[in-house]
Each structure stands twice: as structure tokens, then as C-alpha cells.
């Protein structure tokens, strides 16, 4: 063969070759930028996913922490009520008990004796008194000129101290405190009215409400997210179906939201307008 | 002797070699980079599911990403708190208000004994 044939023959086949290597070069370079991209936008969609339950759990991990906080505090707290309910209850009943039985032993025990010199506070004095009977507001006293009933208010202190008489009693103020403590143990802690129904509920709502605009804004953001996504699919050439049907579900997803936000906003209004009218009444 | 024609082609020939030979090693690059990206993307959907299921032990009722349950857990134990407090307050209070009625009948019944 002469070199006039060889070497066009020998163009044509270097022709063919480059042509078929750059075809397959361009396929294959076509099919390996189309599964970079989609592994690309998988891992960022992966890793978004991922840091919301890393943030998800750093807010129940709180929450956690501090229901155990509370239910610790609840639990102390109600561990120590109960033993100082316990002592109380039960020092005041021996004590009123006990302090009566010592009372009425030395009330007693003076009506056995004489007393040379009783000085009332009124100025009078009463010579050889005998004592005959002492009730909590006044004293009978049997003397050399007859029988009197005195008044707590004109005994001498010191016989108001021994025979513990007067409003400021001990045994008085001893019955006082189990009468008030019997009236108020059983008063709830908590006032459960209306009022604070309405705004135990105002409360929960406006916790609701929001995390409910926390959840619409997210869904809003998912939707622009996947719009900006399928228009830089479209610049690159590749199909956007799955990016389109995603947007879809999380347009859905966020028209129920703000529904949702609606919805939890009318029923805050109509709780706050109960609240001013219970208010109003108390 | 080998023309000038002859040299020209050998050298396009040979540019077609060394050019797009070595560039077909892009795809190839390009498709271990998306292998190795999905090896990753198993790696944190891995680990999503580990958090998946913490945060589901924690909180059994509410779904994924709801915190709500939870916080009216906490403002329950804190109002169970809060109550218990106040019963304590109350409590020490009455203490408060028996401890020198102790002392006086103490003291009475060592002067009256």
C-alpha cells in the first residue's frame, strides 16, 4: 500500500477511536456527575436530618434533666412535709393533752392550800384565801371576809402564770393553733378555680403554639429549600421528579401547620378573653 | 524517511491518547467520590436512627421532633414540686408557731413540778 492510501485510511480509524473514547468519556463523565450530585444532595438532606435529632436530643436531654430536677425537688420536699406533718400533729395533740392534765394537777393542788395574802391588781387584798374554783376567766376565792370571784384580769401574774389562765394561755393557744391546723390541713395547696384552669390552659396553649411556629417555619424552609434545589437540578440538566414530589408532600405538610397555628391562636383569643372576664369577677 | 503528513497524524493520534485516555479517569474519580459520599450518608442515617431511638425511649408518646409531651411533663413535676413546697412552708410554719408554746410548757411544767 502506497503512502497516498494508507494514511487517510489511518485519519479515518484515529478519528473513530477519539470519537469513541471522548462518546463514552462524555456518557460515562454524564452518569458519574449525576450520581455525585444526587449523593451530594442525599448526604446534605442526611446530615440536615441528622443535626435536627442531635438538636432534638440536646432539647429533650434538658427537658429530661430537668424533669428529674423537679420530680427530685417534688420528692424531698414532699418526704420532708410528711415527717413535719407527722411531728407536728402528733407533738401538738400530746402536748395540748399534756399541758391540760398538768394544768388542771396544779389548779387542783391549790385548792388544797391557803394563801396568807392575795394582792389583787385592783388594790384589794384578800387575807386567808382559799382557793375554791379557777375556770380560764376567773378564780373564786374563799377569804377572811367572805367569798369572791375574781376576774383574770384582777389576779395577781404570778397566780395567772401557775394556774395558766387568760386568753394568752398556754393551754389556750395550744387549743388555738390545733383548731387552726385542723381548719387549714386539709385546704388544697393549690387554688383550683376556673381562673386558674383558664390559665393552666392559656399556659399549654402557648406552649403549643410555640412549637407549632417553630414546625411551620421548619416546613416553610423545607419548601424553599427543595425549590431552590429542583431549580439548580433543572440548570444541571437533571430530572427533578423526585425533588418535585418532596416539595409537594412538604407544601402539603406546611398548609396543615399554618392551619394548625390558626386554629391554636383563635382558641389562646377565646381562653384570654374568659380569663378577663373570670378575672373581672373575682 | 517518515513525510511531514506522516508525523502530523502520529502526533494528533498520540494527542487523542494522552489527552482523553487520562481525562476518562475523571468519571471514575467522580463515581468513587459518590460511592464514598454514600458509604458516608450510611454512616449518618446510622447514627440519625441511634438518636431515633434515644429520643423515642424518651419520649413514647410524642412523635419525633414534638418536645411538647415533655414540656408539660416538666411543668407537671415542677407544679408537683412547687406543691410540695409550699406543703413543706406550711408545715414549718406550724413548727415555727409550736415550737415556743414547747418551750413555755417546758418551762411551766419545771416550775410547777
Given at each position: 500500500?502506497?503512502?497516498?492510501?494508507?494514511?487517510?485510511?489511518?485519519?479515518?480509524?484515529a478519528?473513530?477511536?477519539?470519537?469513541?473514547?471522548?462518546?463514552?468519556?462524555?456518557?460515562?463523565?454524564d452518569?458519574?456527575?449525576?450520581?455525585?450530585?444526587?449523593?451530594?444532595?442525599?448526604?446534605?438532606?442526611?446530615?440536615?436530618?441528622?443535626n435536627?435529632?442531635?438538636?432534638m436530643?440536646?432539647?429533650?436531654?434538658?427537658?429530661?434533666?430537668?424533669?428529674?430536677?423537679a420530680?427530685?425537688?417534688?420528692?424531698?420536699?414532699?418526704?420532708?412535709?410528711?415527717?413535719k406533718?407527722?411531728?407536728?400533729?402528733?407533738?401538738?395533740?400530746?402536748?395540748?393533752?399534756?399541758?391540760?392534765?398538768?394544768?388542771?394537777?396544779?389548779?387542783?393542788?391549790?385548792?388544797?392550800?391557803?394563801?396568807?395574802?392575795?394582792?389583787?391588781?385592783?388594790?384589794?387584798?384578800?387575807?386567808?384565801?382559799?382557793?375554791?374554783?379557777?375556770?380560764?376567766e376567773?378564780?373564786?376565792?374563799?377569804h377572811?371576809?367572805?367569798?369572791?370571784?375574781?376576774?383574770?384580769?384582777?389576779?395577781?401574774?404570778e397566780?395567772?402564770?401557775?394556774?395558766?389562765?387568760?386568753?394568752?394561755?398556754?393551754?389556750?393557744?395550744?387549743?388555738?393553733?390545733?383548731?387552726?391546723?385542723?381548719?387549714?390541713?386539709?385546704?388544697?395547696?393549690?387554688?383550683?378555680?376556673?381562673?386558674?384552669?383558664?390559665?393552666?390552659?392559656?399556659?399549654?396553649?402557648?406552649?403549643?403554639?410555640?412549637?407549632?411556629?417553630?414546625?411551620?417555619?421548619?416546613?416553610?424552609?423545607?419548601?424553599?429549600?427543595?425549590?431552590?434545589?429542583?431549580?439548580?437540578?433543572?440548570?444541571?440538566?437533571?430530572?427533578?421528579?423526585?425533588?418535585?414530589?418532596?416539595?409537594?408532600?412538604a407544601?402539603?405538610?406546611?398548609?396543615?401547620?399554618?392551619?394548625?397555628?390558626r386554629q391554636?391562636?383563635?382558641?389562646?383569643?377565646?381562653?384570654?378573653?374568659?380569663?378577663?372576664?373570670?378575672?373581672?369577677?373575682? | 524517511?517518515?513525510?511531514?503528513?506522516a508525523?502530523?497524524?502520529?502526533?494528533?493520534?498520540?494527542?487523542?491518547?494522552?489527552?482523553?485516555?487520562?481525562?476518562?479517569?475523571?468519571?471514575?474519580?467522580?463515581?468513587?467520590?459518590?460511592?464514598?459520599?454514600?458509604?458516608?450518608?450510611?454512616?449518618?442515617?446510622?447514627?440519625?436512627?441511634?438518636?431515633?431511638?434515644?429520643?423515642?425511649?424518651?419520649?413514647?408518646?410524642?412523635?419525633?421532633?414534638?418536645t411538647?409531651?415533655?414540656?408539660?411533663?416538666?411543668?407537671?413535676?415542677?407544679?408537683?414540686?412547687?406543691e410540695?413546697?409550699?406543703?413543706?412552708?406550711?408545715?414549718?410554719?406550724?413548727?415555727?408557731?409550736?415550737?415556743?408554746?414547747?418551750?413555755?410548757?417546758?418551762d411551766?411544767?419545771?416550775?410547777?413540778?
Open positions: 500500500m502506497d503512502d497516498g492510501k494508507f494514511w487517510p485510511a489511518l485519519i479515518v480509524l478519528l473513530a477511536v477519539g470519537g469513541i473514547f471522548a462518546f463514552r468519556y462524555f456518557e460515562m463523565y452518569k458519574a456527575n449525576a450520581a455525585a450530585i444526587n449523593a451530594r444532595s442525599a448526604i446534605n438532606l442526611a446530615t440536615e436530618a441528622l435536627f435529632r442531635r438538636d436530643w440536646g432539647r429533650v436531654g434538658t427537658l429530661i434533666q430537668e424533669i428529674a430536677e420530680n427530685d425537688r417534688a420528692q424531698k420536699a414532699q418526704a420532708e412535709a410528711d415527717t406533718e407527722r411531728m407536728v400533729s402528733s407533738d401538738l395533740t400530746y402536748l395540748s393533752k399534756a399541758m391540760k392534765e398538768k394544768v388542771e394537777a396544779v389548779r387542783l393542788e391549790a385548792t388544797k392550800s391557803e394563801i396568807a395574802a392575795v394582792a389583787l391588781r385592783n388594790g384589794k387584798t384578800l387575807r386567808n384565801a382559799k382557793i375554791k374554783k379557777i375556770d380560764d376567773s378564780a373564786t376565792f374563799l377572811s371576809e367572805g367569798v369572791i370571784t375574781v376576774a383574770v384580769s384582777d389576779l395577781p401574774s397566780l395567772v402564770e401557775k394556774f395558766d389562765l387568760g386568753a394568752e394561755s398556754i393551754v389556750r393557744q395550744l387549743e388555738r393553733l390545733e383548731r387552726d391546723l385542723g381548719s387549714k390541713i386539709d385546704a388544697p395547696v393549690v387554688d383550683t378555680s376556673d381562673l386558674l384552669r383558664v390559665r393552666k390552659r392559656i399556659a399549654q396553649i402557648t406552649v403549643q403554639l410555640e412549637h407549632a411556629t417553630k414546625h411551620k417555619d421548619k416546613l416553610e424552609k423545607e419548601v424553599t429549600d427543595y425549590g431552590e434545589e429542583m431549580k439548580k437540578a433543572e440548570a444541571k440538566g437533571i430530572p427533578t421528579t423526585n425533588i418535585s414530589s418532596m416539595r409537594d408532600i407544601e402539603g405538610n406546611a398548609g396543615m401547620a399554618r392551619i394548625q397555628l391554636l391562636q383563635t382558641e389562646l383569643e377565646k381562653l384570654k378573653v374568659e380569663e378577663a372576664a373570670l378575672s373581672k369577677k373575682k | 524517511m517518515i513525510t511531514l503528513k508525523r502530523t497524524l502520529i502526533s494528533t493520534f498520540s494527542l487523542f491518547i494522552l489527552v482523553i485516555i487520562p481525562a476518562c479517569d475523571k468519571p471514575e474519580r467522580l463515581a468513587a467520590e459518590a460511592a464514598s459520599l454514600e458509604a458516608q450518608r450510611k454512616l449518618i442515617l446510622a447514627e440519625s436512627e441511634a438518636y431515633d431511638q434515644r429520643l423515642r425511649t424518651a419520649n413514647p408518646v410524642g412523635s419525633i421532633g414534638d411538647q409531651t415533655l414540656e408539660f411533663q416538666k411543668r407537671a413535676s415542677q407544679t408537683k414540686a412547687t410540695a413546697e409550699l406543703k413543706l412552708q406550711k408545715w414549718t410554719a406550724w413548727e415555727n408557731q409550736l415550737k415556743p408554746l414547747k418551750e413555755k410548757a417546758a411551766y411544767k419545771s416550775k410547777y413540778p
